[in-house]
């Protein structure tokens, strides 16, 4: 698991196989995450389950990058972009780029996010487009 | 190059590096998408890339989340989930992965969903199930052999349970019938003891009497005995008075026989002296009215002897009555004794008899009383046995009903035997 990151301060930094995946319900609440997730969070896979997705939001990240997200999803379109997330302690953050499906599981509407790694500029990018916001 | 603009050259490697990064994943955004070239015809290739782009992401995104489908599947996997998973893919190596992913997913958690059912079944105590195991091999064919020979193990374990519970159950009752029996004629026969000694006692009560009553008796029979040899002996000399009597009455004879004798030899000599009076004269005359006195006296003496004599043969009489009479008692007392005898005997048999009944009374109070402890102690336990054979047969209904929840192949046949 340690090879699916690597520690630069406080800011945890994804390899280039890291794969975050999980998967909530209609209002957010964690139904699955997966072990890249799990460790890269801080969490067990038990501790994420039941929780809201944001439990792992970062205070950086501003509002508007979440209303842009549900706003895409909620219409059935995949959304795109960079999040700074935080681990469990708090004490500690790691980016990456997300794409978040809208799927359909058993009759109902759930989302799956796929994080990767997002490059240097990228985030750099990021950074300055959200201190717009 | 070509005529190229170097700043448009730039430009162009600069696509096409962020084009090939994003191919191979090392890139996520596209940063010039807006860009434009100096040379406008040019700008077709951008237009181009833009469009090319926008298909490829499009790929690349339902590769992703097919991607990221079947990692959280196989992730639950490995936490234990195995429920089917439908991925589609875009037509890419990653559908291929996909859709076999799919096909494995749905067979897993088909095969796993009716080892559950079957084990479900099992837990609910129905083992009649087995699983299939159709063209199958390797692990998953031994897993669902595995099930299938448990379920046969389980099986073959309840029926010979079940046989053997019936079997208990049975055995049990029979015992628990004996018991009752045993138990019934315990307490019958302790009664009858009770009744037993109760005779004992008014035996031995009785007995007791007879042995006081011979002791009365014996002492009656020597009092009698006493007061008999006592008559014996007043026989003995009432006749002894007799011939002494019979003695005297002779003696009286005797001398009545002198005196009639005299008398006669009185008369005579009267009569002489009435003659010699008489030839006396008148000399004579006095005489011969003595002499004729003389004559009356001897006369009256002769009739005296007659009566005493008669009286005297009165007496011989009477006592020889007597003496046949104290004969008499003497042998009736004889006879008293020998009977006083003969009863003083059996009045000691009596005593005897009642003495060693006495001691056979004792031994068989003894026995009775050994018995009575016996039988309370078979009563006991029985009553203990009792219990537990009942409590083997509450244990044996227990095993009956406890194994009559299982289903299981077989079982019928045991309970229609």
Redesign the interface.
Known sequence: MSNIFTTNGAERILS?KA?L?S?TDEKGIIV?A??DFCSIADYR?EELIGKPHNIVRHPDMPRAAFKDLWDTVKTGK?W?G?VKNKTSSGNQYYWV?A?V?P?MREGRRHY???R?K??AD?IE?AIALYKTL | MFGIKSTDLHLLEAMINDLF?IAE?????YRYAKSTFNDSKMDKIALLINQRLSAMTEAK?KD??A???L??AL??M??GVFKPTSIEGYGSEVSVIASSFSAFSLLLSQRFDEIVKILSAYSANDFTGRIDRGNLHGEMASLIDGVNKLATEITHMLSTSLQNGLNLQNEASSLRLAMDQLSNASNEQAANLEETAAAMEEMTSNVQQNAQKANDMARMASQTDESAKQGARLANRTSSAMTEIQEATQSINNAVAIIENIAFQTNILSLNAAVEAATAGEAGKGFAVVAQEVRNLANRSADAAKEIKALAEQAASKSNEGMSIANELTRGFEVIAEKIEQTTMLVQDVSNASREQMQGIGQINTAVTQLDQMTQENAKIAANVSETSREIQELSDEIYREIETKQFVGKSEILRH
């Open positions: 280039d794969f995946v998967e699955f997966n072990d896979v995949t795109t960079f780029y794409t499906y799927i799956i996010s796929c990767r997002p490059t990228e990018s | 990064d994943g090392r890139r996520n955004r995104q992703m989340l991607m990221g489908e990692i959280l992730d639950q490995k936490s």
